[in-house]
Each structure stands twice: as C-alpha cells, then as structure tokens.
C-alpha cells in the first residue's frame, strides 16, 4: 500500500527578507538532498501555486505531493525537510496517509 503526502505552504517573513543569493543558497542544499530521495522509493509527483480562484481554495500558496513505498519513508522526507530549515522559512500544513480506493474511504467516511 503506498503512502502520500500533501504539503500545502506559504512563505514566512523570514523567507521574503533574504536576498536572491540567500534563497539560491538554501534551495541548494535542498538540492543536494533531492538526489537520494530516488534510493528510498520517495517519488516527487507535483509542485505547484495554488490556484485562488477555484472552490473552497487552500490559503497556503504553494503545495506539494510525494509519493512513498511505506510510511517510514514519508517520516524520513518529513524529518529532512525539516532539517534543511523549511520550517524557518515556510508555514506549513502536512496531510499524509496510505491510499485507499474509493469504496474504502467512503466506508471510512460512513463508519464516523
């Protein structure tokens, strides 16, 4: 069963005070790491802006969505990504959990 998650972020004042360089030099060493996400099955599905202008839209302005083989994976991602700093620099809200086809998660929904 795969697992995903679902960040949904905004830039913090500390992230908006940094010059063009600052930014180049931290999305680097984002970079650096990047590389190794392939070896534990960690596949990058989308980045993006979030679209304001569609029904009931997400306040964050960015998101992102990852794909994993396992759960521990997804810890693994979550806890580098804070290691890098993200969190100095970005408000973020994480959605994760393993898939399930449809007909699962209405039972989840309709066991509430």
């Known amino acids: ?22 930014r180049q030099q931290f999305f680097a060493t984002i970079g650096a ?16 802006e979030v679209a304001s202008n569609k029904l009931h839209p997400a306040p964050q302005q960015f998101y992102a969505f990852w ?17 890098t ?3 100095d620099y970005f408000d973020t809200i994480n959605a994760a959990g393993a898939s ?3 007909s699962a998660h209405l039972q989840q929904l309709a066991s509430l």
């Open 67 to 83: 794909k994993f083989p396992n759960e521990e994976a997804a810890d693994s991602l979550l806890a580098g990504i804070a290691a």
């Open 33 to 48: 790491g990047m590389q190794q996400l392939a070896d534990f099955g960690i596949e990058p599905i989308a980045f993006g």
């Open 85 to 87: 700093g993200w969190h």
């Open 1 to 22: 069963m795969s697992y995903y998650l679902s960040e949904l972020y905004s830039p913090k004042p500390a992230w908006l005070a940094l010059s063009a360089q600052q």
């Open 100 to 102: 399930s086809d449809m």
